[in-house]
């Protein structure tokens, strides 16, 4: 019986040279062999895969638990001993990558714990509803309704500070974090009080679903990325956004946001990986925080890094860097 693997998808020769080392032999040994989702029949059980392989162990926290909201859960993990104030812990809400069409909550555990235990805070993970089954805007309206719930029942079931409640996520899961961040910028979120949120932790987001890979594209200079190219991307995108006249929507596309709500979102932490088709849009959104006027915004590019960079700590010193 032959043992031949056949690779579905090598690297290109214009991105070998400018890879991490560590990320273009396990995208040789491994990654390659992966027939790529988007090229075969939808089926839901394609998702009982590790959405990004090479990933740590979960680390251990003083309690893990799943709480349920209207259409889904969350996990909650809380670090092991005392709050580190009389007002509780602080609390980061989290939105896996995948997007919007992979994933589930145990998705990105071990991220979730690092944060947890090195951050101090309890980790909330949100399993927000999935496309194609759950199209947009479901996934954004779970987002919302984590945040509601963490204002009003964090306190009393979590210990939770909550007015020091940051949100971030991965991907997809950075896109509904940048919205969330938006949202909650909104007067109507919460009437006569200002944003509720302190931070925003955005990494390798999607910004702008109208980007392409055509001449001009924001797309093109990377489209030879690795793991998510272009094909990948506008199939996650025909799954959850179906219809083209809610691109530009800024609950889709954070991008389009006014710049007036923008600037009362909070601080920023933007992750951006080199060789990530994500890039450039991540970056424009970064400097459209700046002119907005929120105060601080840093953007990291991570040299060498393609967009899975995250998920995949067990394979390098990136995670040093976080």
């Not at 043992?3 to 998808?9: E, K, S, V, W």
């Not at 924001?218 to 956004?241: G, I």
């Not at 040299?303 to 990136?318: C, E, N, Y």
């Given at each position: 019986m032959?043992t031949t693997?056949?690779?579905h998808q090598?690297l290109?020769?214009?991105?070998i040279?400018?890879?991490d080392p ?8 491994v990654?390659q062999y992966?027939?790529?989702p988007?090229?075969l029949?939808?089926d ?6 590790p ?11 003083g309690?893990t638990?799943?709480?349920d909201l209207t259409?889904?859960?969350f996990r909650?993990f809380?670090p092991e ?6 007002s ?8 896996h990558?995948g997007?919007?069409t ?6 990105e ?6 944060m ?8 909330l993970?949100?399993?927000y ?21 963490v204002?009003?029942s964090?306190e ?7 007015t ?5 996520g991965s991907?997809?899961g950075g896109?509904?974090a940048?919205i969330?961040a ?8 919460m009437?006569s009080l200002p944003?509720?949120?302190i931070?925003q932790?955005l990494i390798v987001?999607?910004?702008d679903?109208t980007a392409?890979?055509d ?10 990325s690795?793991w ?6 506008n199939w996650?995108k025909k ?16 991008i389009?946001?006014p ?6 979102t ?8 080199e ?5 450039e ?8 925080l700046?002119?907005?006027g929120v ?5 990291v590019?991570f040299?060498g ?9 067990g ?8």
């Amino acid at each position: 019986m032959s043992t031949t693997r056949i690779p579905h998808q090598p690297l290109h020769p214009s991105v070998i040279d400018r890879l991490d080392p560590d990320y273009a032999k396990f995208h040789n040994d491994v990654l390659q062999y992966i027939v790529p989702p988007h090229t075969l029949p939808w089926d839901p059980a394609i998702r009982n895969a590790p959405a990004v392989p090479g990933g740590t162990a979960p680390l251990k926290v003083g309690k893990t638990q799943d709480l349920d909201l209207t259409h889904t859960k969350f996990r909650v993990f809380t670090p092991e001993g005392a709050p580190p104030s009389s007002s509780g812990w602080p609390a980061f809400i989290f939105f896996h990558g995948g997007g919007w069409t992979f994933g589930n909550i145990n998705a990105e555990n071990s991220f979730c714990t690092n944060m947890c235990i090195h951050a101090k805070c309890v980790v909330l993970s949100v399993d927000y509803r999935l496309a194609p089954e759950h199209k947009y805007p479901a996934a954004v309206e779970d987002a919302v309704e984590s945040l509601q719930w963490v204002i009003k029942s964090g306190e009393e079931i979590l210990n939770i500070d909550v007015t020091k409640i940051a949100v971030g996520g991965s991907s997809s899961g950075g896109n509904l974090a940048a919205i969330l961040a938006l949202k909650a910028s909104e007067p109507s979120f919460m009437p006569s009080l200002p944003s509720p949120l302190i931070f925003q932790l955005l990494i390798v987001p999607v910004t702008d679903n109208t980007a392409t890979a055509d001449p001009g594209g924001l797309w093109e200079s990377n489209k030879f990325s690795p793991w998510l190219s272009p094909d990948r991307m506008n199939w996650f995108k025909k799954n959850y956004l179906p219809n083209q006249e809610d691109w530009t929507k800024w609950d889709a596309s954070p991008i389009f946001a006014p710049k007036e709500l923008m600037g009362k979102t909070p601080n920023a932490w933007i992750a951006i990986a080199e060789l990530d088709i994500l890039r450039e849009e991540g970056i424009a959104y970064g400097e459209k925080l700046k002119e907005a006027g929120v105060k601080q915004v840093e953007t990291v590019v991570f040299k060498g890094g393609p967009h899975p960079i995250m998920a995949m700590d067990g394979l390098s010193s990136w995670e040093q860097s976080w």
